[in-house]
Every structure is written in C-alpha cells, then in structure tokens.
Nanobody, 124 residues
Framework: QVQLVESGGGLVQAGGSLRLSCAASGRTFSTYGMGWFRQAPGKERECVAAISWSGGITTYADDVLGRFTISRDNAKNTVYLQMNSLKPEDTAVYYC?????????????????WGQGTQVTVSS
C-alpha cells in the first residue's frame, strides 16, 4: 500500500508560479510510475504530467507543455510539479497518483493509488 500526500497548492495571480509536492510512503516508490492529475469543477479528471520510475521519461498534456515540469527525488520519496506562467484555466484540484508499473502514461486507469488533492486557484 502506498499513501500519497500533496502539498503546495494555493492562490496565485495569473503569470505566477507554484510548486506542488507529493510525499509517498512505502519502500517501492522508486519502482512506480507517477503522475499529476487535475480536476476542475464539472470536468473530468485529466493528466497534466507523468514521469517514469527513474525520471528518464516524462510526458505532458499539450496545454501545460513548456509551462509545467514534473520531477522526482527517489531518495526523498517525493514527486514535484513546478508550474510556471499559470493561467486562470489551470484552476483545479491537483492530485498525485502512483502506478504499479515503471512507466505509466496519461490514462488515469493505469494508476493504483491517489492522494487527497490540493487546490490551485489562479486569479486573473
């Protein structure tokens, strides 16, 4: 079992930056693919970024490419999402997720464990 705890959300003005962190419990973190998802009110949960077990493979949604960066530190059991040039349409609850495979993609069905989410609000 893996427990995931997100932090770093908050209120920021358009154009600003936030860095989300996701701390994972368990000894197998370094073997899991990880992803960051978001869900806005009335919308489906969507993947914004995914990273392989080693960090060597990263994938991004088109609308965050060039603005968001996913990274991980396996020694700290933590995955990060650096968000720059934030837009009001980035407003959502952001979730961290872990997949019991080394390389996971953008499909939420690939993920086995989920955090509780952290709110990101971008004002215009």
């Amino acid at each position: 079992q893996v427990q995931l705890v997100e932090s770093g959300g908050g209120l920021v003005q358009a154009g600003g930056s936030l860095r989300l962190s996701c701390a994972a419990s368990g000894r197998t973190f370094s073997t899991y693919g990880m992803g960051w998802f978001r869900q806005a009110p009335g919308k489906e949960r969507e993947c914004v970024a995914a990273i392989s077990w080693s960090g060597g493979i990263t994938t991004y949604a088109d609308d965050v490419l060039g603005r968001f960066t996913i990274s991980r530190d396996n020694a700290k059991n933590t995955v990060y999402l650096q968000m720059n040039s934030l837009k009001p349409e980035d407003t959502a609850v952001y979730y961290c997720a872990a997949a019991k495979i080394m390389v996971a993609g953008m499909d939420k069905s690939e993920y086995d464990y989920w955090g509780q989410g952290t709110q990101v609000t971008v004002s215009s």
